[in-house]
C-alpha cells in the first residue's frame, strides 16, 4: 500500500464549479500535511498546509481527519487557471528527528469553458 | 531571489554515458533535497541534505546513482552508467530550518527548482 493515495482522475469539471479531491495516508505518526499544486511540465508548488481544525484560503478549503487518516481540498467557484495537478503531500519523521515530505500521485484537474 | 536554479534543463544522452545534474539552492537554505518524477512511480525522494551531509539516501535507486553536496551553495546527482529507465524529470528543492517550537514542528516550506528532463536513449 502507497504511503499517501489519491484517486488520479481526471477530474473533467465546468467553470464555476465545485469540486473536491481526497486524499489518504498510511502512517498514523504523520505530523503535517498539505497541498501542492503543479502545473504542467512545471515543478510543484506549495497551495496551502492542512490543519485539523480545517482552513480556508480563499476558494480553497483544506480539511483533516486524523481518525480517518483522510485529507480532502475544495475548490469553490473553478476558474480556467485552477486546472493543474494536485499533489496530497504528508510531512512524516523519521530516525534522528528529521522529516521528510511524502507526496502521492496527484489528482488532475481540468476545468473548461 | 532567485529561487531554487538548476541546470541543464534539458538533457539528451545515450546509455551507457555519464550524466551529471547540477543544482543551487536557495541562499540561507539548509536543506536540500532530490527528487525524481515520472508518470508511472510519482515524486520520489532520492535523498536528502542537511547542512551539506546527507541525512537519508535510502530513495537512491541503485550504486548507479550518487549525490554530493561540497558546499552550502551547490549539489550534484550523478548518473554513470546511465539507463533508459532513468529517463525523468530530476527536481532539486530546498528549504530553510524548521524545529520544535512549543513541543509542535514548525514547518518550512520546501521551493523546488524548475526540473532536468532527462532522456537517457
Known amino acids: 500500500r502507497k504511503e499517501v493515495e489519491q484517486d488520479p482522475g481526471p477530474f473533467n469539471v465546468p467553470e464555476g464549479a465545485t469540486v473536491a479531491f481526497n486524499c489518504t495516508y498510511s502512517n498514523s505518526a504523520s505530523q503535517s500535511f498539505f497541498w501542492y499544486r503543479q502545473d504542467c511540465r512545471k515543478e510543484p508548488k506549495l497551495l496551502m498546509s492542512?490543519?485539523?481544525s480545517g482552513n480556508e484560503d480563499g476558494r480553497f478549503t483544506a480539511q483533516l481527519n486524523r481518525a480517518s487518516q483522510y485529507i480532502s481540498l475544495l475548490i469553490r467557484d473553478s476558474k480556467l487557471s485552477d486546472s493543474a495537478t494536485y499533489l496530497c503531500v504528508v510531512n512524516s519523521a523519521f530516525s534522528g528527528g528529521y522529516n521528510k515530505l511524502i507526496f502521492g500521485a496527484g489528482t488532475r484537474l481540468a476545468v473548461h469553458p | 531571489d532567485a529561487g531554487v536554479i538548476q541546470s541543464p534543463r534539458h538533457e539528451v544522452t545515450e546509455m551507457g554515458q555519464e550524466v551529471t545534474l547540477r543544482c543551487k539552492p536557495i541562499s540561507g537554505h539548509n536543506s536540500l533535497f532530490w527528487y525524481r518524477q515520472t508518470m508511472m512511480r510519482g515524486l520520489e525522494l532520492l535523498i536528502y541534505?542537511?547542512?551539506?551531509?546527507?541525512?537519508?539516501d535510502s530513495g537512491m535507486p541503485e550504486d548507479r546513482f550518487s549525490a554530493k553536496m561540497p558546499n552550502a551553495s551547490f549539489s550534484t546527482l550523478k548518473i554513470q552508467p546511465s539507463e533508459p529507465r532513468d529517463s525523468a524529470v530530476y527536481f532539486c528543492a530546498s528549504k530553510g530550518t524548521g524545529g520544535l517550537a512549543g513541543g509542535f514542528f514548525t514547518y518550512n516550506e520546501q521551493f523546488f527548482g524548475p526540473g532536468t528532463r532527462l532522456t537517457v536513449l
Open positions: 541534505f542537511n547542512n551539506n551531509v546527507p541525512i537519508d
Open positions: 492542512v490543519y485539523s
